[in-house]
T-cell receptor, first 111, second 117 residues
Framework: AQTVTQSQPEMSVQEAETVTLSCTYD???????LFWYKQPPSRQMILVIR??????QNATENRFSVNFQKAAKSFSLKISDSQLGDAAMYFC????????FGKGTSLLVTP | AAGVIQSPRHLIKEKRETATLKCYPI?????VYWYQQGPGQDPQFLIS???????DKGSIPDRFSAQQFSDYHSELNMSSLELGDSALYFC????????????????FGPGTRLLVL
């Protein structure tokens, strides 16, 4: 069975600062993808970043980057230069026959 | 770029009524997924279709059924609605390019908010 664990229900960061959201997972598959989705108050699910397990290089999308540690089954999201618009629920997800989501981390951005 | 379209965006029903949710995937995407997200919860997988055939089933109640049509749009039919069915229902689409290729990116629609009174 696949599991995704987000151990931080809530996080807070000041504007322009950096914050890291944690995610650990478990899977018996050797080939898989990992994702971070953002869900703002509108509740739209927005893809933030994707990591292919076979790639050693960590994915980066503008201010968003991941630290993918395959052996440790860890997949954290770093948000640099945080902006008020980054405030949202962030879900870590693991690919399979369907996406398996963590419980989410609510990110608050303060001025 | 075209996104996933869902209709209606909001729906209010009474208990024991039926509801039909529609999903129009991104053009050329071959796979559709349905998820249910209750208040304060993460999305839960209901059912998926690849090339108009049912692919996998998750925690979909027997009262619910779904299908994918020849134009690739999908409908989720919900009967005998219960208060607990009140949730946000997402449709997502992807380009799987093969029945056993599960390494693809899913793009979500805006969701349908269902309220059962």
């Amino acid at each position: 069975a696949q599991t995704v664990t987000q151990s931080q229900p809530e996080m807070s960061v000041q504007e322009a600062e950096t914050v890291t959201l944690s995610c650990t997972y478990d899977t018996s598959e050797s080939d898989y993808y990992l994702f971070w989705y953002k869900q703002p108050p509108s509740r739209q699910m927005i893809l933030v970043i994707r990591q292919e397990a076979y790639k050693q290089q960590n994915a980066t999308e503008n201010r968003f980057s991941v630290n993918f540690q395959k052996a440790a089954k860890s997949f954290s999201l770093k948000i640099s230069d945080s902006q008020l618009g980054d405030a949202a629920m962030y879900f870590c997800a693991l690919s399979g026959y369907a996406l398996n989501f963590g419980k989410g981390t609510s990110l608050l951005v303060t001025p | 770029a075209a996104g996933v379209i869902q209709s209606p965006r909001h729906l209010i029903k009474e208990k024991r009524e039926t509801a039909t949710l529609k999903c129009y995937p991104i053009p050329r995407h071959d796979t559709v997924y349905w998820y249910q997200q209750g208040p304060g919860q993460d999305p839960q997988f209901l059912i998926s279709f690849y090339e108009k055939m049912q692919s996998d089933k998750g925690s979909i109640p027997d009262r619910f059924s779904a299908q994918q049509f020849s134009d690739y749009h999908s409908e989720l039919n919900m009967s005998s609605l219960e208060l607990g069915d009140s949730a946000l229902y997402f449709c997502a689409s992807s380009l799987r390019q093969g029945p056993s290729n599960l390494q693809e990116t899913q793009y979500f629609g805006p969701g349908t908010r269902l309220l059962v009174l």
